[in-house]
Structure formats: C-alpha cells, structure tokens
C-alpha cells in the first residue's frame, strides 16, 4: 500500500518512472536483519525477495534522514534477543547500569517497539556521523524516569534535539490546563510527541550534548491539526530546556525550586528496604473476599488430573509465555495445608481482600520486603517512583501485603515496611541502628535518624512512639512522613518533582512543628488504616485537641436499609450526599454532610 500510495504522488508531480524502476520501499521488519522468508502466502517469493532487498539497505547505503512513525506497542512483538539488544544501551546512566527494584516493569517499558526504533535510527544517523531523525512516537519517552538512559543517550548522539509534546494522554489520566479540551491527534490512549534531532557533519559545530528545545501544544484534534498545519520548526516558540542527572528530562522544570527539593532525602534514601508491589498476573485466581473461593481455586490448580491446557481453560486462566505450569503444579502438590497461604492483602485503597500468596500462582511475590509484613506486626507506606495521574495522590498506608497497584495506578506503587524482622539464622540489625526487645529493626538509614536527632536535639528510640519531649521512635516518624505527604502545600510546590521520582523529605527543625505533624499524621494513618480508636493518642502528646474529635456527617437510612446497591459514581454524589444505591435514588441511604473537595479527594 505505501508502495502504490507513494508511487502514484511521485507521479502526480511530474516524475517518470523508467520501464524496469521501482520506488525503494521494502516491506520488512526494520528491527531485524534481512533473512530469506519462507513464502507461505504462495506470492512467488516477493516475500524473499523484498527481504533481500531490505537486507541490502540495512547493510550497505548511507542513511542520513530517518523518518516515520513506528508503532507504540508496549506487548513489543519484537522479543528476540536481536530486537531485545537494540535497547541495551538505554539502561545506562551516567556509565552506571540502570538496577530497578521494579525490574519487570522496567524491561516492559523499555521494550516497548518505538522505543527500538528510535534506538534504530540513532544508530543509523551515528553509522553515517551526520544526520536527522524526526518521529512522530508515544510521548512517554520525555518524562518517564525508565527512560532516563534513553534520553541520555539521545543528547550524547545529537547536538540539538526539539521535542514537540502533543499531550492527549487519556490513559494517564493527564492534569490539562484549567478550562481546556484536550484531544489526541491519533485518536489513541497514549499521548502523542513529535522528535526532531539533529547531528552535524561538520566536527566543529559538534557540541558534546545536545540543546534540548521543548515545545508543548494543548487541544482539541481539530485544533492541532490546524496548528501543525500552519506551524514549523522555525515559527514555533521553543523554550530551551537543561536535562540534569540522574534522571535528564525532557520536560522545563523550575531549576531554582528543585535546587531547594534536592537538599531534602529521598524515600529509598531513609527507607532502604522498599520494592514494587506484588503483582499477581492473576487477580482472578489468587485474589478474593473470601477464604473459601481461594482455596478451591488453588486445590483445583494443584489437584485436577487434566491436562495443563485444560486446568487454565476451568479456571480461566491464560497460559502466559514464561511461565512454567508444570513446575508451578509440581512445587504446589508438595504443599499439604493451603490455608496456611491466604494472608490479607491491601488490593486497593480501603479494599481489604486476600490473596494466595504462593510463588506457584502469583508473578511477583516481592517476598524480600513484604516477608516483614508476615513476619509480625508492621506498617509500610505506599509510594511510588512516578505518578502520570494529573494529582499527586500516590500516598498510602497498610499493614498488610500490598498489591502492585495499591497507590498508584498508572504505573506501579512502591512499598517500604517500618520495621524489618530478621531472617532465619541471620544477625539481625541494621548497621548503625540498635536492636530491639522484639528482635524487629526500623527500616530508616542511619545517616537520616542522625541528621533527625541533630535537628530535634532528641534521642532516638528504636521502636514504637518517643515521647516527643526528649526522644522519638520510628513510628514518631512514620507519621511526620505521612503528614507530610499529605500536606495540600507540599504537594503543591513539589507537584512536578512528585510526578518524575520518588518523593522527598524535608527534615524540621522546629520541635513543636515536628510534635503536630506526628500528631497529624498519626491520625491520619489511624483513619486510613480504619482504626476504631480514632482519634489517636498522639495528640496529648503534642499538647494540643485533635482538629476532629466527632464526625462531620450523618447517616440517613433509606428505605431498602444499608444494602449496597448499583453504584454510577456520576450519580452517587449531590449536594453533600453519598449515596449508597443509585438505582433506588431517592430512597437510597446515604451519608449527608459531605464537603464537594472532600468527595472530590483522590488516593492512588
């Protein structure tokens, strides 16, 4: 089709083709080199034949201008290890191989097919010294940390690199500017960016690393369209933008302010043992309500006689390349007690389940961090490195295993215990950090409780609540940090820097302000944990009354009692009422007293 397509434009302007000349377009896999097809689809060999004449292009003629728009596909087709070694020098950065705690997640994204193709072209424009690649791609590539290799990469090869972010991202759920209509020019989920980069011939004009221009266009399709129509590269307002370590983003940020953010720690800086959340592959199977419905589905699964093939089919389970299921039966037949593998699991925010936890069913296990949530009694918070939803709401708390998906849903949540427990036949304690009567040690880095006790000028006990006049524990700071992640002005004035990396701390100094802050978050963490003895007891330590001591609702029972019922969320919320069953409106019982912002607040 582009080859009829793009013959019949030639002809158009004027051009002639000579009896024996064909347009040089060959249809292939770019990503792999030439090999002879078998022809199975009985074309006399056009097949091989295009293949031969690709591989020659591939292989031979100076390529100086790589142009297209390769397909966005994160289930990447091209898994073979040629394809997969396209990518290997984006998990790189600085010299240092990329080492992600959400490993799985990492080679996903960075598999993804555009993302080889622009490895592709780079390589090609390198090969010739001189050149331009311009691709139309997903816009991923300029923000997501995963690809910070990547864009280092691209600024070492080019010396000016423009970056048009065409925004229409419906799958992350992107923060538009107030009272505009966005749309995607592709009519897709993920939104759209167009890259131009450019690498000289001549040597002197080389500059090292590249002069970042971004560019940034909200709209409906129609009116991007018009826009690109009437605009070029030389009409368009380009803001240079300086990409920094570690994580060289293609996007402006407010250097100033992120001088400031730098000063303070990072969560995997404090909290040292963290990794992604499980991720079961089969929420299904391993994930439910009830005791009962698990354990037949796993008793199923271990002791069915039929064939593999026919066990997935019953339980609606998909046969997943990777995964070995005789051996996952095998190691599941010398387990006698099943029960003993259902552990509560924080599935979602406020959504309590259990999941069969067994390496047999579930994908990723996380079992270096979350085996201290089984160990013995332990809170964690839930975080994540990135957040593409718009809001900085990837905040959450459990004590309990917790679910990849937990506090963040457009990419994967992150989870840090507060206290480690050891291992059989381990030493236990952190270096630096005293151990306890209970043989559990607080997960925070010495060097950060340090510099907490020189700001403070307390003492440092290594378990449960100090006292908040001569010292603090490790849960005084568990909720210092929840608090202030919940901060309306935090969230605020770090917003860009919440939505690109992990979160970071800022240390107080003032022990009265430190005092109310466990106090806050104390609270909150007793609210979200759905504790009964709310409010909690932090607050006669900070000297003060809780800013809540009684709820700021009430009931009112509809005709059909507290039953749950249809639920349309576009429905369920008016005039400071919750409403339990939508279908019954306005019989429903609901909750009256409801604040719009308070409905409105998002968590994960």
């Not at 909200?218 to 300086?242: I, M, P």
């Not at 929420?283 to 699964?301: G, Q």
């Not at 019922?565 to 306005?586: I, N």
């Amino acid at each position: 089709v582009a080859h009829m397509k793009l013959g019949l434009k030639l002809r158009q302007t004027g051009y002639d083709f000579t009896s024996d000349e064909r347009l040089r377009v060959y249809l292939t896999n770019t990503l792999e080199q030439g090999v002879k097809m078998d022809d199975t689809l009985g074309l006399g060999g056009f097949l091989s034949r295009e293949s031969h004449r690709a591989a020659g292009v591939k292989q031979g003629p100076i390529i100086s201008v790589v142009l297209g728009n390769p397909p966005y596909s994160i289930q990447s087709q091209n898994l073979s290890d040629e394809a997969r070694a396209w990518v290997d020098a984006y998990r790189y950065v600085d010299g240092v191989r990329i080492k992600e705690r959400g490993a799985l997640q990492f080679e996903k994204n960075i598999q993804d097919d555009y993302v080889k193709f622009l490895r592709f072209a780079q390589c090609r424009i390198e090969d010739t010294a001189y050149g331009i690649l311009a691709f139309v791609t997903n816009h991923g590539y300029l923000n997501n940390p995963t690809f910070r290799g990547m864009r280092q990469s691209l600024m070492k090869t080019f010396d000016h690199c423009y970056v048009l972010d065409l925004h229409g991202d419906s799958s992350k759920g992107e923060q538009t500017p107030p009272g505009v209509e966005d749309g995607n020019v592709f009519d897709i989920r993920k939104g759209v960016a167009i890259g131009i980069f450019i690498r000289y011939q001549d040597v002197s004009k080389r500059r090292g690393y590249a002069v970042l221009h971004h560019a940034e266009f909200w709209g409906t399709q129609n009116q991007k369209y018009q826009w690109l129509r009437l605009n070029s590269v030389a009409t368009t307002q380009w803001s240079t933008v300086f990409p920094r370590s570690p994580l060289y983003l293609f996007v402006p940020q407010d250097t100033d302010l992120l001088v400031e953010y730098k000063q303070a720690f990072s969560l995997p800086e404090f909290m040292p043992q963290y990794s992604a959340g499980i991720i079961t592959a089969r929420d299904a199977i391993v994930v439910d309500y009830d005791r009962e419905p698990i354990l037949e589905r796993a008793t199923i699964f271990r002791d069915d006689p039929g064939e593999h093939e026919e066990v997935c089919r019953r339980l609606g389970i998909r046969l997943k390349k990777g995964w070995d299921i005789a051996r996952a039966r095998s190691l599941l037949r010398e387990e006698n007690n099943l029960n003993r593998f259902v552990e509560p699991i924080c599935y979602r925010p406020f959504d309590r389940r259990l999941i069969f936890y067994h390496t047999s069913l579930v994908w990723s296990m996380a079992f270096p961090t979350m085996q201290h949530m089984l160990a013995g009694p332990n809170i964690g918070l839930v975080s994540a490195r990135s957040n593409k939803s718009g809001e900085v709401d990837h905040f959450f708390c459990s004590d309990a295993l917790v679910e990849t998906k937990c506090g963040e849903s457009t990419t994967q949540s992150s989870f840090f215990p507060l206290y480690l427990y050891p291992e059989e036949g381990t030493i236990t304690g952190l270096q630096g950090m005293p151990n306890t009567l209970s043989g559990r040690w607080p997960n925070l880095a010495p060097a950060f409780v340090t510099a907490l006790k020189h700001n403070l000028n307390q003492k440092f006990v290594p378990e449960g609540r100090g006292n908040l006049s001569t010292c603090f524990g490790p849960e005084d700071v568990f909720h210092y940090v929840y608090a202030i992640f919940y901060s309306p002005a935090y969230r605020t004035r770090y917003a860009d820097f919440l939505k690109t990396d992990y979160p970071r701390l800022p240390l107080a100094s003032d022990v009265g302000l430190f005092r109310c802050l466990c106090a806050l978050g104390a609270d909150l963490v007793a609210l979200h944990l759905l504790e009964d003895d709310y409010p909690a007891a932090s607050w006669s330590q900070a000297g003060g009354t809780p800013p809540l001591q009684h709820p700021i609702t009430t009931f009112v029972e509809g005709v059909n009692g507290t039953t749950m019922g249809a639920f349309r969320k576009s429905k369920c919320y008016e005039d400071g009422k919750v409403y339990l069953d939508t279908s019954q409106l306005p019989r429903s019982s609901y909750f009256d007293g409801v604040p719009e912002d308070v409905w409105n607040f998002h968590i994960g």
